[in-house]
């Protein structure tokens, strides 16, 4: 493959916007009606993710040794839309069709030999990896509710018992689909280490048009089932090599995975000392506070701040939560887990950076399985992933 006339081939095709995946599932769709089901009522949030989907493979097309691992779990993970082997070449068709039709008299047979060559490698190795999964997982796990609890306007914390043993640990995250909106999965991060009796929390915040949290928030309730995919992340995991302390700067509900890391750190031996930063807007919206200072009575070797940005009576820390971090030290000698909304994750990087902490050392989350975005851009704590 010429990777760089893929490269810009696909940068041209891009520039037509939203033009392209109207194109690209319309002939899809007309083609194979049958396809249609696999995919949400409300394609809105789906095209998007088509254009960076292959944005982001084009751009590393050149190094399957970091992408081969992404498309692996992607594959996986898209049985629970009952993806099949025979479903890659019809998207094929239909990706090169919509190249020929974006590139005109560009297009050409060198060209098509190129993108023929770049897909076959994605649908070999996410196919093989599906097909690899069967029998030793299953495409999607049913969760009972088993409690549900309001905390807030627009919190909810929820407990979900699997149906068949959900191996993951703590700092992962977990796609949801709810039965009131089927075919929209939105991943969250579970909020406890693994358990005996295997149930799992998450905290889950409705969001302005989020169809999916909103359901989680205000319509669903105990002896209710969800589906679950496989866990994904593995950046906020821990490493017991590093033997440094930890810095742990929450955001909203991106509190969930680091309070599950607390507590796999407190079933160790010798657990490393934490400091952990929980900003929130105003006091309210701080829905875990309680949990959090029991755990600190009981952790000698963990220190909880809560921080708030927007209440200017808070008779505590005020302020951004890295900025207020960073007047209570220099942390370069930690590690950092940072994990919250985009822009928070964005500004504690780039202040932590400023203030001399080596990048290696600072740990946002990811979603290995969606490559809709950069693996090194930050993350949010809360996504949705509404298609194959």
Request: glycine share 6%.
């Amino acid at each position: 493959m010429d990777t760089d006339r893929l490269r810009n081939s696909w940068a041209k095709v891009a520039a037509h916007g939203t033009q392209v995946p109207q194109f690209f599932y319309a002939r899809l769709f007309l083609a194979h009606p049958e396809l249609r089901d696999m995919f949400p009522a409300s394609m809105a949030t789906q095209s998007d993710r088509l254009v960076a989907a292959l944005g982001r493979f084009v751009s590393e097309v050149d190094d399957l040794t970091g992408v081969t691992p992404i498309l692996e779990q992607l594959g996986r993970d898209h049985r629970r839309f009952s993806v099949r082997a025979e479903h890659y070449p019809l998207v094929g068709e239909t990706l090169l069709a919509t190249l020929r039709y974006f590139l005109g008299s560009e297009w050409g047979p060198e060209l098509a030999e190129d993108w023929t060559a770049a897909y076959t490698v994605v649908a070999n190795v996410m196919s093989g990896a599906a097909a690899a999964a069967e029998g030793t997982s299953p495409p999607w796990w049913e969760a009972e509710i088993i409690a549900h609890e309001r905390r807030g306007y627009d919190v909810a914390l929820l407990r979900l018992r699997p149906d068949a043993p959900y191996v993951y640990r703590a700092g992962q995250s977990v796609a949801v689909e709810t039965s009131t909106r089927p075919r929209l999965w939105r991943t969250y991060s579970i909020a406890n280490a693994p358990r005996a009796d295997s149930t799992l929390d998450l905290h889950v915040k409705a969001v302005s048009g989020g169809q999916v949290s909103n359901a989680l928030v205000n319509t669903v309730e105990p002896g209710d089932t969800l589906r679950l995919g496989a866990p994904v992340g593995k950046r906020l995991t821990t490493t017991d090599d590093s033997g440094r302390d930890l810095l742990m700067l929450a955001g909203g509900t991106g509190l969930a995975p680091l309070k599950a890391v607390v507590e796999e750190l407190a079933a160790t031996e010798r657990p490393r000392r934490v400091t952990l930063f929980a900003g929130a807007r105003t006091e309210p919206d701080l829905y875990d506070l309680k949990a959090l200072r029991d755990m600190e009575s009981r952790l000698p070797w963990l220190t909880v701040t809560p921080v708030l940005s927007h209440d200017p009576y808070f008779a505590g820390e005020r302020g951004a939560v890295t900025e207020v971090a960073l007047r209570h030290g220099r942390w370069r000698d930690h590690d950092i887990y940072a994990c919250g909304p985009d822009d928070m994750v964005s500004d504690a990087v780039i202040r932590l950076v400023a203030a001399g902490v080596p990048t290696d050392r600072i740990r946002t989350e990811d979603f290995e399985a969606e490559p809709y975005r950069s693996a090194r851009t930050a993350e949010t704590a809360t996504r949705e992933v509404s298609a194959p």
